[in-house]
């Protein structure tokens, strides 16, 4: 059966750090965004010696699994303040020893859950603002998280609905996309991060992010599952939510050379039990 763990980790850069001349006036304006991903994961490991193992361990037989993801991404500009962003997803295959089994597991396509199955479901959905706090804009890349030509440079960025809270929090240019970089659970983000997310990867939020010319600092309050790495959001915030925050100094730190420096805290409300 499919299994399946935090499909389409797209780390798409903010749109404020990725710059692009401006466009020439006589480019027509495209307000819609569509494109699709697909990804493929083949995975092995021979057979090794293994003294004892239970349900959940890595099997010692030699194995290989495939696991696959299809993304299609949609957005509009509603107006130059305003965008609603879509994706529709379809997750299928599995990992080496059915997702178990190691602490990093080495792919972050496969899910915990096989009776979540292959059938398509809705991902990231959210409607975006960006208030201007300034009269100059900066010119920024469109991408599936964000349509906009441009940006203020002075601005407070509102994000309310579904979405994966790596999608903004923890980013990094080294690893921070699973497709183009690092596989690895422990690596594609710090580890030590246990951000809200149902068994996909996704939570319900809402964002505040203040951004001027070199730095920005943002804020989430978001859902959090019933039970760990499970399908259902817990709507109640007063038994479960999180909180998120991250400050960035977008300043050189050595000599022709762009540097950047983040902070970031985190803390979730949820019942973890009691153990003695």
Known sequence: ????????????????????????????????????????????HPSFHSPYQGPLSLTPEGEHALSRVFTLFTGVELTSHAEVLSQLESVGGKGIGNGFGLAGFTNLDVVHNPSLGSKPYVGRTMLHFAIPLS??????????LSVFRNLPARRLEIRLGKFQLVDFFDLNSAGSDSHLQFLNLTIDNNGAYDYAADTRGYTVAAMLDFEDHNWGIWFAEALMPRQANFIDLEWNPSRARSENIEFELRKSLLPRRNGVVRLMSYINHANMGTIA
């Open 1 to 44: 059966m499919p299994e399946l763990r935090r499909p389409v980790r797209n780390r798409l850069a903010k749109s404020h750090l990725r710059i692009l001349r401006p466009r020439s006036s006589r480019t027509p304006r495209r307000r819609f965004w569509v494109s699709g991903q697909v990804n493929f994961i083949e995975q092995w």
């Open 135 to 144: 009269h100059d804009r900066t010119p920024t890349e469109r991408n599936p």
